[in-house]
Nanobody
Framework: QVQLVESGGGSVQAGGSLQLSCSAS??????MGWFRQAPGKEREGVGSIDSTRVTTYADSVKDRFIIWKDNAKNILYLQMNSLKPEDTAIYYC???????????????????WGQGTQVTVSS
């Protein structure tokens, strides 16, 4: 089992920045990711870090968002810059064990999820 707890959400004006954190505990996750879900929309991948520590980003956030993991503390971070109103959503941290590489933006390949944290971007 992997337990995930997100923090760092909040409200910000367009153009601003926020940093989300995901603290992982329990068994060691091999790959992790960030997802988001806006009202009335499906959950979508934002970015991930695979088992070889390679990061991948959705086209909609590329060059604005950065993912990294502090392995010593077992915390996954999401730095969000140049935020837009369309980034408004509940953001979820996800993880799983095993070995996966590549573009990991599909929710179904993650078995462990955090409770989510709200991000609201106003225009």
């Amino acid at each position: 089992q992997v337990q995930l707890v997100e923090s760092g959400g909040g409200s910000v004006q367009a153009g601003g920045s926020l940093q989300l954190s995901c603290s992982a505990s329990g068994q060691r996750a091999s790959y992790m990711g960030w997802f988001r879900q806006a009202p009335g929309k499906e959950r979508e991948g934002v970015g991930s870090i695979d088992s070889t520590r390679v990061t991948t980003y959705a086209d909609s956030v590329k060059d604005r968002f950065i993912i990294w993991k502090d392995n010593a503390k077992n915390i996954l971070y999401l730095q969000m810059n140049s935020l837009k109103p369309e980034d408004t959503a509940i953001y979820y941290c996800a993880a799983d064990r095993g070995w996966r590489t590549g573009r990991l933006l599909t929710p179904s390949i993650f078995g462990y999820w955090g409770q989510g944290t709200q991000v609201t971007v106003s225009s």
